[in-house]
């Protein structure tokens, strides 16, 4: 309201009376730009008198930086009433001025701008400030937040007129002439004089005496800083803002230590004659102890702000007792791994004397102290833990993690990460941290996530099962049939006048073996159509291939194709789930079938090879059909690809999945005779 | 005595036909694969042959086949697990007597196996 002026003249108003009062610049402009109201603030800050501004654009009147002109702001103040920012702009007598302007936007009743307020703000020298904090933060962010700057006021003056009778002989290469005269550079080094310096300032270079500073700057100025001298001159001549560099100075006392050094040229300075010297101490030393008085700080703040949990042990008890043993030539590696009593004597010793508000939520307590005091209520699940980690420390490693179960003082179990650190300079004081990382969801989600996969690869397993089914229905009837025909040639036998008991004696024992070759396939089809949860097993990928070959032996003779087993002897046994492992196989194998099917290939077969890899066995299968388009390639094992008519396209990306999950690489390609050429790799039980 | 050949991959099964076969009072002998039978003299002093069709090696219907173009009529009874009618088309179009699926009766194969011999 108070920003209304509708005469657009500067009159003797209320309205502009109060406008006055306020320290902000606020002026008015109309649709145009035209400026109708200036209060005088704006005078202030901009230079122009009312009657010089009323009516002016008010973009002519204060340009704008080039950068700085953009419809697009006009146009979105207008559309969402409000803009808020930062503008640079030329004052009256040509200064730059940063505003931080804030505009609105005033209407009539049919929603037609009227008029646009602006308020603003001179933040030239805040804005100027944050970017020398800026530069500086860019390599001493630290060191700003750690210590303080030495300020010094230096009179300028002698070295205006020292550089003044310099022109005057004719001198006007100024940087070749300090280059080439290092004498005069330490001459303005004396004429120059310390009128003033601050408290840091003191306690850097002095000896608790400021008098004794406020003198020329010889003392200070080690010869092989004279470059950053003559340059400071260069820069002030030249009419630079400042001079930053890292150059050694020195203490009354005669120290020398490096020093982070800026020349400032503020125009108040200049106008006096003077320059503003600071220097900030970047010596080793001075950063060690800052490090030093700020490390304990820093401790406490993130130990009790970190997300995870941490407990700060007191091992001293533990250490104490472990070298008296050692002492008495105990071997307490042997020990931990034998004695259940030491092992519940050591979660005795080792007490929580600190935890964090993390630790308080994950054990279920309220109170701190409630965790205080011996380790050996969260131990109470896996005590074993505690062992290992232990031992870990015994073989001298720097810290130890696992995946364990901790027990909460509310009664909880719950799946963590353990993690302790044995750093030289703590386990000294006899201090360890320990951290927990809760990690149920993560638990849950993979037993989620692996009961998916399960009823996929299940799903998976039945689909194949069905496109096997005339092949299983041929297998089982073949025993089916040979008892059937058994039997009847037995009671054939037995119904003649003089039975010949050795003949069903023969035909029965052939029965028995005929029921159990049926059983044996039902088994084996029921192992695979069964959830079962993965298990990991010992097994051998010789067996595994003749099982999955067994289980084909139908399908492939029904198909015409031809199975050849190259299998190298005394592979390592692998670790993984039988049931899984038969899949791809079986998976493998029936697509290199189905992929020879369209062909009119002669030959049609399938190759298996087994043989001893890396750390591990490798298994290829491969087919001598027509092999993959080189566009497929890259995306076979990727869910829902086929190639297939009527596949699914789950296949080969469960196939990845399982080896994938038995630490195995799968991979696909074309064989040099031109089939497809599937390999896989599982690790041998030995290797890690 | 009429003298039957029983040609099956199938240990069990050719042991059970044999045996049912001389139960009847026929003279039976057993070959694993159509092969073995050709290489131990083939038709040749047998009046009837009882084969299986799916066999590694040859099948029934190649075997039939070949006795077909040697001009050896022998009556061939040819046994399957399978029950595709495009099976039972090409089994007709080879000139088998009969083709009996299995598990079948043993009434079905002595009947199979006289009517071959009444031919």
């Known amino acids: 309201m108070a920003a209304r002026d509708d005469s657009g003249r500067a009159g003797a108003g209320d309205a502009r009376d109060l406008l006055d009062l306020v320290h902000d610049s606020i002026f008015v402009r109309d649709r145009a730009g035209c400026i109708r109201s200036w209060n005088a603030a704006s005078e202030t800050l901009y230079g122009w008198t009312r009657e010089q501004a009323i009516g002016r654009r008010v973009n002519d009147l204060l340009p704008l930086r080039r950068a700085e002109r953009d419809a697009a702001r006009d146009a979105q103040a207008i559309e969402t009433g409000r803009w808020e920012g930062r503008l640079v702009r030329t004052a009256a007598d040509g200064r730059t001025l940063t505003i931080e302007a804030r505009w609105s936007v005033r209407r009539d ?170 220097v900030i101490d970047v010596s080793d030393r001075t950063a060690a102890e800052a490090d030093l008085r700020h490390s304990e700080t820093r401790y406490r703040t993130l130990f009790h702000h970190m997300p995870v949990a941490l407990l700060q042990l007191d091992m001293r008890g533990l250490f104490v007792r472990i070298a008296a043993l050692q002492a008495a030539g ?220 067994l289980f084909l032996a139908h399908e492939l003779q029904a198909q015409g194709v031809a199975l050849r087993l190259d299998l190298a002897p005394a592979l390592p046994p692998v670790r993984g789930d039988r049931t899984q492992l038969q899949q791809v196989l079986v998976n493998l194998m029936v697509n290199a079938m189905q992929a020879m099917a369209g062909t009119r290939s002669a030959r049609r077969a399938i190759t298996v090879r087994s043989r001893a890899a890396d750390d591990g066995v490798a298994i290829e299968i491969e087919d001598s059909g027509p092999g993959f388009a080189p566009e497929h390639l890259g995306s076979l094992f990727a869910s829902f690809f086929t190639t297939k008519p009527d596949g699914m396209g789950i296949g080969l990306s469960i196939c990845r999945s399982i080896i994938d999950d038995h630490g195995g690489r799968i991979a696909a390609a074309n064989a040099p005779g031109g089939g497809a050429l599937f390999s896989f790799t599982l690790s041998a039980t030995g290797s890690p | 005595m009429p003298q039957v050949s029983i040609i099956d991959d199938d240990e069990s099964l050719r042991g059970a036909l044999v045996s049912l076969v001389r139960s009847f009072g026929y003279g039976a002998s057993g070959f694993d694969s159509a092969e073995q039978f050709l290489a131990a003299g083939g038709a040749a002093g047998f009046d009837c042959i009882v084969t299986d069709i799916h066999m590694p090696g040859l099948s029934g219907i190649e075997l039939k086949q070949r006795l077909a173009a040697a001009q050896d009529t022998t009556p061939v009874i040819m046994i399957t697990a399978r029950s595709e009618p495009a099976l039972r088309e090409r089994v007709r179009d080879s000139g088998a007597m009969c083709l009996l699926t299995k598990p079948f009766e043993a009434s079905e194969l002595i009947a199979c196996i006289e009517q071959a011999l009444v031919a």
């Open chain 1, 109 to 278: 009743a049919a929603g037609e701008v009227i008029e646009i307020i602006e308020t603003g703000r001179d933040v030239t020298e805040r804005r100027e400030i944050e970017e020398a904090l800026h530069r500086s933060e860019y390599r001493y962010r630290n060191l700003f937040q750690a210590m303080a700057a030495a300020f010094w006021e230096i009179d300028f003056a002698p070295i205006g007129s020292m550089l003044r009778e310099l022109r005057a002989s004719g001198v006007t290469d100024f940087a070749a002439h300090f280059a080439a005269h290092p004498d005069y550079v330490r001459a303005m080094i004396r004429a120059a004089r310390v009128i003033d310096v601050n408290e840091q300032g003191v306690a850097l270079f002095g000896r608790g005496d400021k008098p004794e500073l406020l003198r020329d700057l010889a003392p200070f100025w080690p010869d092989e800083s004279l470059p950053v001298f003559a340059a400071s001159v260069l820069a002030a001549i030249g009419r630079k803002p400042n001079y930053v560099t890292e150059t050694p100075l020195r203490t009354l006392d005669g120290r020398i230590f490096d020093a982070l050094f800026t020349a400032a040229f503020p125009p108040e300075s200049i106008a006096k004659g003077t320059l503003l010297i600071g």
């Open chain 1, 330 to 549: 105990a071997d307490v590696a042997a020990m931990l791994e034998g004695d259940a009593a030491f092992l519940d004597e050591i979660l005795q010793l080792v007490a929580v004397d600190e935890v964090n508000q993390a630790a308080l939520k994950l054990f279920g307590v309220t109170a701190p102290a409630d965790l205080y005091g011996p380790i050996a209520p969260a131990w109470q699940v896996r005590p074993d833990t505690i062992r290992r980690s232990l031992l870990a420390r015994l073989r001298g490693e720097i810290g130890y993690v696992e995946e364990t179960k901790i027990a909460t003082r509310d009664g909880r179990v719950v799946d963590v990460l353990y993690n302790i650190a044995f750093p030289p300079l703590l386990t000294d004081l006899g201090i360890n941290v320990v951290t927990f990382m809760d990690l149920t969801d993560r638990v849950e989600a993979q037993a989620a996530l692996q009961r998916v996969q399960a009823d996929f690869a299940r799903a998976a397993r039945i689909a194949t099962l069905g496109e096997l089914t005339a092949s299983i229905a041929h297998e089982v009837n073949q025993p089916l049939a040979a008892i059937a025909t058994n039997g009847e040639a037995g009671l054939r036998w037995l119904s003649r006048p003089e039975p010949d008991i050795e003949e069903v004696r023969q035909l029965n024992a052939r029965m028995v073996a005929d029921a159990r070759r049926a059983a044996d396939i039902i088994k084996r089809i029921r192992g695979i159509a069964t959830p079962s949860a993965p298990t990991r097993a010992e097994l051998s990928v010789n067996a595994l291939v003749e099982e999955a070959s």
